[in-house]
């Protein structure tokens, strides 16, 4: 299935009634060659809106050429009312750009004024409480608007996916990790749907799956991914079997939604029940784009499919796990790199990175619960380290108490071997130590962590933004200088 929002950006140029309107026309036009040269497609909307009725034929254009994000685009003062009514009816996510002024040549009847309109546009969207994307510095140069409509494209999707979106999960969360359960409202306030089931329900759908046609191709698939690292090639069908499940029940209960995430369940019942764990089956849908959490997590399902779309590319889910030993340390990591021993952890899960994001890959048996269980039961995991390269790690979470919040933190996975077992990597993000105890600990995240793999910084905390999150609930790894509200400025 296609799990991925596809954007079409339309962008319609305004005017106030006492500027030209060939001012904004022209430089509409400039914005739409500059980004077609460097970006590729946008669709132009050929009315240039002056009063109400202008707005209605733009919106029938944009909505009839399939457009689902805008930009309006003040390329003179633009008519306040006019333009935040567009973005009231347009049914998708909306971004206001400008023109700066292009010579002090022509500041007479060439001045546009747009500089000014931004203050009144803004202001006629509180008023009207509505949201739109509005850049750091939202005026500029033909190829500076192309840049800032470019950057908005991610931001589109996400807000595109979330509004699409249905989370379906299986099982309430295990006894001991109440960490991971949050209350569901705030997924309604965000627009996203959720489907809670029984891990029985699964389970009589996978016996359902028992011989079904298509598992030896499914084995054949994994064989290939696997290679050399296909260690317990003995539970590939009924690793194939589950894998199929996941599928069918995603196409039967996706219902009105186009994107579908999975909170799913591992333990305690899972491995003597089912009589496997399934860490390489959630790895592989999070591959093609249908992220699957471990443990119930239901607002970690939520935020890999915000990261998926925003990066278009897989993300994996990770306990923030373990320190690194000091001897590891200062054996492979001081003097290397600029981290302190507090700048650095190990991020690990069971066995649910894609392989395309670990270095090498074996499926092994889960160590953790054959301490306790069967070895024969915990097979199914994926281990590797994983690939070292620039890393996001961030987390949308909702509190106890129906709050919503969440954090960004940008750094790298180090290329340094784990000596561990798992999906696993050393992660080193600059001032972790402080963000660990006065962000993590300070706001009661969980030990849940999305990684996306890349710096998605910027676009994941416009994207929050625009989905409501306050500002002031957005977190990050601030720099040293920077004190958090609960540091002791006393501390050393």
Partial sequence: MNNMPEEKI???????????????????????????????????????????????????????????????????????????????????????????????????????????????????????????????????????CADMIHDFAPIARAVIGLSNLKIISFGPRPQDFLACNAPIKQLYNLGVEIEENSELDLFEAYNNHAGDARIPGVVADMEQELGEGNKKPEILAKLAQYEITLLDWVEGHKGSRDFVAIAGKCWPAFQTQFGFVPCYVNSRLTSRGIPVSCEVDIYGALSEFIGTVISQDAVTLLDINNSVPADMYHDEIEGKYPYTIKDTFMGFHCGNTPSCKLCSCEMKYQLIMARSLPEEVTQGTLEGDIAPGEITFYRLQSTSDAKIRAYIAQGEVLPVRTRSFGSIGVFAIPEMGRFYRHVLIEKNYPHHGAVAFGHFGKTLYEVFKYMGVPVEEINFNQPKGMMYPTENPFEA
């Fill in 10 to 144: 339309g962008i319609v140029a305004v005017s106030r009634d006492c500027f030209p309107m060939s001012l904004s026309e022209n430089r509409r036009k400039a914005v739409v060659a500059a980004y077609q040269k460097k970006y590729g497609e946008i669709y132009e909307c050929p009315v240039c809106v002056e009063n109400e009725l202008d707005m209605r034929s733009a919106l029938v254009d944009v909505t009839d050429a399939g457009c689902n994000a805008l930009v309006v685009y003040l390329g003179n003062f633009g008519p306040e009312s006019s333009e935040t009514l567009l973005i009231k009816e347009f049914q998708g996510p909306s971004m206001i750009v400008a023109a700066a002024e292009e010579t002090g040549d022509n500041l007479v009847q060439g001045r546009g004024d747009a500089y000014c309109g931004v203050l009144n546009v803004s202001y006629n969207l509180k008023l009207r409480n509505l949201k739109a994307y509005i850049p750091e510095y939202p005026v500029g140069t033909a190829e500076e």
